[in-house]
């Protein structure tokens, strides 16, 4: 075999070589990454069951707020610092809500907000036990952060809990992240209802634990990702489940960013559109027929 044709079969095997590893990727990516039908969709109580940390309790569905204080934000200063109870909050902010509350449950309603933080965050939870928002029937509130957070290192979202978040009713909200991410926990986040629209440079929902959307209307266009969740899978960590609502979601990455996690979707409807793919799932993906488009 002369030298030229022995460069040719050694080309042609490299070629074949490659082509079979791109296979093998190709295949492995799709096992791994093709959605499946959930054989079930998942009642609040099949739900407890499956995910127990994204479990939808009697205090996420409260809208009322019994006994709530009411508050006009334009009397607040730079910063509303609630130690606890419940507050019905109206007016217009520059500044900060600082929420430090041990192991107790806070529910804000919004009423008709302008929050708007001159740096850091701008609805900052250092502590709770967990956190209720409500969207008020009929009005329209307003929440921007700062691109400067010098001040609060690590906190890094425009709406940042240390606790589970809940966000229900049946108004409306809008989230600036001009920083980072626009809504984040550090445990559970679970949207209920409501219309919420977001817009930011990283993550629209982070939800370290895992994040439910159980209905209302996400309008998420992030620079990033549109809702990530960031833990393992251990112990019901880190799952992501959408089993209602009209959402659409526009990500410079990935609309749903799971870890290690599972992501479920069913009973919803998503115009999704993502510059990379549509999700990077470390776990199961089982998105019902029909929901995304």
Request: proline share 2%.
């Amino acid at each position: 075999m002369t030298r030229k044709k022995a460069l040719q079969a050694l080309l042609l095997l490299l070629l074949c070589g490659a082509l079979v590893l791109c296979w093998k990727v190709g295949r492995s990516y799709e096992n791994r990454h093709t959605p499946s039908t959930p054989e079930i969709p998942l009642s609040e109580e099949t739900l407890r069951e499956a995910f127990p940390r994204l479990a939808v309790t009697r205090a996420d569905h409260d809208t009322e707020a019994e006994d709530a204080e009411r508050v006009d934000l334009l009397q607040a200063g730079e910063e509303l610092l609630i130690s606890g109870g419940n507050r019905e909050l109206t007016g217009r902010l520059a500044g900060r809500i600082r929420i430090a509350a041990e192991e107790q449950t806070v529910h804000l309603i919004l009423a008709g907000v302008n929050l708007t933080s001159a740096e850091g965050p701008a609805i900052w939870v250092e502590s709770a036990g967990k956190v209720i928002i409500t969207l008020k029937d009929g009005t329209e509130n307003y929440i921007s952060d700062s691109g400067d957070y010098r001040k609060t290192p690590g906190i890094e979202a425009c709406i940042y809990s240390e606790a589970d978040l809940t966000l229900n009713g049946k108004g409306s909200l809008t989230v600036s992240g001009l920083y980072r991410d626009a809504i984040r926990s550090k445990n559970v986040v679970k949207v209920l209802d409501g219309k919420i629209t977001i817009r930011c440079k990283r993550s629209g929902i982070h939800g370290t634990d895992g994040i439910y959307v159980a209905g209302g209307e996400l309008d998420i266009s992030s620079e990033k990702n549109g809702l990530r969740t960031t833990k393992n899978g251990a112990d019901g960590r880190g799952n992501l489940v959408i089993a209602g609502g009209d959402h659409r979601i526009i990500a410079g990455k990935h609309a749903f960013l799971v870890g290690r996690g599972d992501l479920y979707i069913y009973d919803c409807s998503i115009f999704e559109k993502s510059v990379v793919s549509p999700w990077n799932v470390g776990g199961e993906v089982r998105v019902q027929s029909g929901c995304i488009q």
